[in-house]
């Protein structure tokens, strides 16, 4: 319920007592009605609790998401579904976005799991609607804005919500800028906490997998209430405390490094033959944790060195991946694999205190408050520093390699040379892991009531909020390459190992240092095996690099809500006006340690970042009753919704929203919406710095790839580079990106249409079926490198020159070596879809049986979701439907018995067969890889529930009893990739 219109709250208590006294007969009447309303108003219908109302007589006003204006049993026209506290608990995760994106409408992208690849992002979990990105999802707190979680965003971090707190969650889909303001392209998650509580309640609860011994979680939660002064005042403290495991891609029980090969049988594209297959064990055996030298092989053998730093010849692949990887169907001692080093999911451990107060002076006038602390502390990892090549061992002068290595290499030399080349994983130095100390802080404060003037009840709400997020990231153990490239060229200085760059007598001329810090103190570094260098040597060739992130929001609004009853009436009823005007400003600041500026570090300089933007609004919402209880028009209600906004830079924008329901009859409603809303460039879209970044990408010119497109062979040819070009593409990329002050807002346009079906022949059973469509234009995108390399080489009639200088090549190898990037104002973003909802909630008694049965069913089908990066290139379309991460189809289902103080319930999630290949047009075919897809994906949980009196429940479940996990060939986070996990959790309450 959104603070601005709570002065009349729904008392369950009371009401259902009030049923009791009216007698079974009252009930049977009003079951029906009330649940018209919910579906009606698009209120919970798969998740959520049976809600009842009260007599229409008594029924009092509340305030649904997607309008400011009170309803009372009248319908929403916009589709708004919810979730109560229940499914919190039987979720076995603390983490609110991550429940959230279990419904087919929200995506996983930016949830903890996500997030896992991310340093600023790290720990953050947020919700995507309609997978068109987390910044175009609007999030709000008892209906006003969050601070943002991520630096130069928007984007609330929605695990800083308790969610012992969380009394429900609505959700819109669909454009709402008219009503709720900028970031709402795709709708609004509207998260409502429960107020006025008195009593104390505590909650223990925990998960852990059965499968994985370490994945983990457990929360604890204190919160007590007080009403004082009469029940005028309610006082609220709550403290909890959860922490989550950290898990590693190596601890997930389906995964064995699986990667694609080249097929040795494969004749040619579109042979019936796949090109590709899919194997476990791809791995690299030209780079490791011990050292490779000569890497490329060249005219002689590859070698590699045991953790003793031993010389060994190198394993070979039985099936090749590309240059770097290959298959070890038996493994290999000394090759790399991604799983060794990468999170799947972080380590959290998570602080929250917050208070709310609220103090009735009359009628007219109450007050309310919030204030809310939560830190956090994150451990997220990354892939230690690595050189892929590039490091040059003078094999004649380093007294660490033993005189038979010293030989062998000196021999596949060759006359004349002295110098390897070697590749090397320096896990010795530690992983570059990411250590976040987050804090948040949130202020809200507030007047509301209710007054009347000239016969007219008006209801208003004046309101501020502050918050703040702080963030310390570091990144551990980062390579330093200058004086790395300095302590590896050791030599022998009368008996004792030295650099190179202290002993001048050994210098040759000309000479200069290749240190960059502390260069007058070089410590020499043994290269060769697994920790055999020093501990000063390991200090003085790594840093810690230190970021500190600062986001601030400030916010007020002030809004009335009125009908015209006293004035005029239409057919159906008083018009319902909202008036109402906001400001807002938003900051971001990110300072980078002096270190990081000097570019000494391997990764280019990074500077700081800063920006700022402030936005007044004003808006109006109508609400029309045109008709009512009339023939053919048993409600028959239009609403108008129109919002202006002047940015700071950015200028003036405006939002409108037109909706319409029409009941012929009581038992069908029929509602459309049309809206047009804008999103207003985030401050890191508009003012971040070029700052350095790493992409894993796959050139568009490699053998696999370049007859992909018809333009490429040529394109690639006038590159420089042949046809049978073989990238080393799967290590990262080096990137630089930037920010874009020129930015417009973008625009968009949704529309959604559908049918609520309540038979009054069958009671207890709903079913909605809605339509939605939107289209987003000026979209603003961050040109992502693959973007660049392809559109280089996919133009028609020659190379695109514009994205072309924005990539460096090798010039002797052909491979990529940076590419440069930024943000711009070019797509057109298209969603489209159809979501069926349906409900039967019944009493068992008329099959003999007791209790009662509440069954949900909830079908989401996406008909389209295509990106046109270039809206200039409308042939170039990229097709996300059908790809992992956005099924074609995704279903929920749940089956609920209640029986006195005992609650059953099984639940079971649909995920469609989805492509692990480029599905757009002109882009990859099933042949290019085998398999292509992954296989649709059911998963099932059962829990139950006991009551042993009022004060004490406890809470016991499974999640993925049948231990289902997708394919090897995937960790999205769409899918669960943990498997079985048990749950519980006790709540003690008077």
């Not at 068992?844 to 046109?868: M, Q």
């Not at 996990?981 to 709540?987: I, P």
């Amino acid at each position: 319920m959104s603070l601005a219109f709570n002065k009349k709250v729904f008392n369950k208590k009371v009401f259902n007592k009030k049923v009791f006294e009216l007698g079974w007969g009252t009930v049977k009447k009003f079951k029906k009605a009330m649940l018209t309303m919910l579906i009606g108003s698009a209120a919970p219908l798969w998740l959520s609790k049976p809600v009842w109302g009260q007599p229409e007589e008594e029924f009092e006003e509340i305030v649904v998401t997607g309008s400011r204006i009170p309803q009372s049993g009248v319908s929403q026209a916009a589709p708004v579904f919810s979730i109560d506290a229940s499914v919190i608990s039987n979720a076995a995760t603390p983490d609110i976005a991550s429940i959230l994106a279990e419904l087919p409408a929200i995506g996983s992208t930016n949830t903890l799991v996500g997030n896992n690849d991310s340093n600023a992002d790290a720990g953050i979990s947020s919700a995507d609607l309609r997978r068109l990105g987390a910044q175009r999802t609007l999030v709000l707190v008892d209906g006003i804005r969050h601070v943002a979680g991520a630096p130069g965003t928007a984007q609330v971090d929605l695990s800083t919500i308790p969610a012992i707190l969380v009394e429900r969650t609505e959700i819109l889909t669909g454009g709402a800028s008219a009503v709720y303001g900028s970031d709402a392209v795709s709708g609004v998650i509207n998260i409502i906490t429960r107020n006025n509580f008195e009593g104390f309640e505590f909650r223990a609860s925990g998960a852990a997998a059965t499968e994985v011994d370490t994945d983990s979680n457990y929360s604890l939660d204190f919160l007590a209430g007080k009403n004082l002064f009469d029940g005028r005042a309610n006082l609220m403290l709550y403290f909890g405390y959860n922490e989550v495991s950290q898990v590693m891609s190596r601890d997930l029980q389906h995964l064995d490094n699986w990667g694609t090969v080249a097929n040795p049988a494969d004749t040619g594209e579109e042979d019936g033959i796949p090109d590709r297959f899919w194997v476990p064990r791809v791995l690299s055996h030209r780079i490791n944790s011990t050292g490779v030298a000569n890497p490329f092989g060249g005219s002689g053998e590859v070698y590699t060195f045991d953790n003793d730093g031993n010389l060994l010849v190198q394993q070979s692949p039985e099936l090749i991946n590309s240059a770097a990887f290959g298959s070890f169907p038996n493994g290999c001692d000394y090759c790399f694999g991604n799983e060794e080093y990468e999170n799947w999911l972080p380590g959290v451990e998570r602080f929250n205190l917050q208070t709310k107060a609220s103090y009735d002076f009359s009628e007219s006038l109450q007050f309310y408050s919030e204030l809310k602390y939560m830190s956090a502390d994150i451990v997220q990892q990354f892939q230690p520093s690595f050189r892929f090549g590039g490091i040059s061992i003078n094999v004649a002068d380093n007294p660490y390699l033993s005189d038979s290595a010293r030989q062998t290499l000196l021999a596949t030399l060759g006359d004349g040379e002295s110098t390897v080349e070697m590749s090397k994983f320096f896990d010795e130095l530690g992983n570059r892991s990411a250590a976040n100390d987050r804090a948040s802080y949130r202020f809200v404060t507030g007047l509301n009531g209710r007054f009347e003037l000239a016969d007219t009840e008006y209801s208003y709400n004046i309101f501020y909020n502050y918050g703040r997020t702080e963030n310390q990231r570091l990144t551990l153990n980062d390579l330093i390459p200058g004086n790395f490239t300095a302590a590896v060229d050791a030599v022998n200085n009368n008996g004792n190992i030295d650099c190179r760059a202290n002993v001048a007598s050994l210098q040759p001329e000309g000479y200069e240092s290749p240190a960059t810090v502390d260069a007058d103190n070089c410590v020499p570094y043994n290269l060769f095996g697994f920790g055999q260098l020093s501990q000063e040597a390991r200090d003085w060739v790594t840093a810690d690099v230190r970021r500190d992130d600062t986001i601030s929001q400030s916010n007020f609004g002030a809004s009335v809500v009125f009908d015209t009853g006293s004035y005029f009436t239409l057919p159906g009823g008083p018009v319902g006006v909202a008036l109402g005007v906001e400001y807002r400003r938003e900051t971001s600041k990110t300072l980078t340690d002096e270190l990081t500026k000097s570019g000494v570090l391997l990764g280019a300089a990074t500077p700081d970042a800063s920006g700022e933007f402030d936005v007044s609004e004003g808006f109006v919402e109508f609400k029309l009753p045109i008709l009512a209880e009339a023939a053919m028009a048993h409600e028959l209600t239009v609403d108008l919704a129109y919002r202006a906004a002047d940015y700071d830079p950015f200028g003036s924008v405006d939002a409108a929203k037109f909706s319409l329901l029409w009941a012929p009859v009581a038992d069908i409603k029929l509602r459309a919406t049309y809206g047009e809303a804008v999103r207003a460039p985030n401050i890191g879209e508009a003012f971040s710095p070029q700052s350095p970044g790493f992409a894993n990408i796959a050139d568009p010119c490699d053998a696999d790839s370049i007859n992909d497109d018809p333009d490429r062979v040529a394109n690639c040819a006038a590159l420089g580079l042949s046809v049978g070009f073989e990238a080393n593409d799967n290590m990262s990329i080096d990137t630089i990106s930037s920010g874009n002050p020129d930015l417009t807002p973008e625009t968009s346009t949704s529309t959604t249409g559908g049918i609520v079906y309540v038979p009054a022949f069958l009671e207890g059973f709903s079913l909605t079926l809605d339509y939605y469509s939107i289209e987003i234009e000026d979209a603003i995108l961050e040109v992502e490198a693959q973007d660049i390399l392809d559109n280089c080489v996919d133009a028609t009639g020659g190379l695109d020159d514009l994205f072309c200088s924005s990539i460096d090549r090798d010039p002797e190898t052909g491979d990529v070596d940076l590419v440069r990037s930024g943000f711009v104002n070019a797509s057109i973003i298209e969603a489209e879809g159809i979501e069926l909802d349906m409900r039967y909630l019944f009493d068992l008694d008329s099959f003999g049986a007791p209790g009662s049965l509440d069954i949900r069913l909830f079908v989401n089908h996406v008909l389209d979701l295509n990106v046109f990066e270039f809206q200039s290139r409308p042939d170039e379309i990229n097709v996300d439907v059908g790809e992992v991460g956005d099924p074609e189809w995704q279903a929920l289902f749940s089956s609920t018995y209640l029986l006195g103080d005992l609650t059953l319930r099984y639940a079971a999630r649909f995920i469609d067969r989805s492509a692990t290949i480029d599905v757009s047009p002109g882009a990859d075919i099933p042949e290019d890889q085998s398999p292509a897809f992954i296989e649709s994906v059911t998963t099932h949980d059962i829990s139950a529930a006991y009551a042993f009196n009022n004060k004490t429940s406890l809470l016991f479940g499974v999640r993925n009893f049948t231990n289902k996990l997708p394919p090897p060939r995937t960790v999205d986070a769409i899918y669960d990739s943990i498997g079985r996990r048990m749950f519980a959790e006790l709540k003690y309450q008077f």
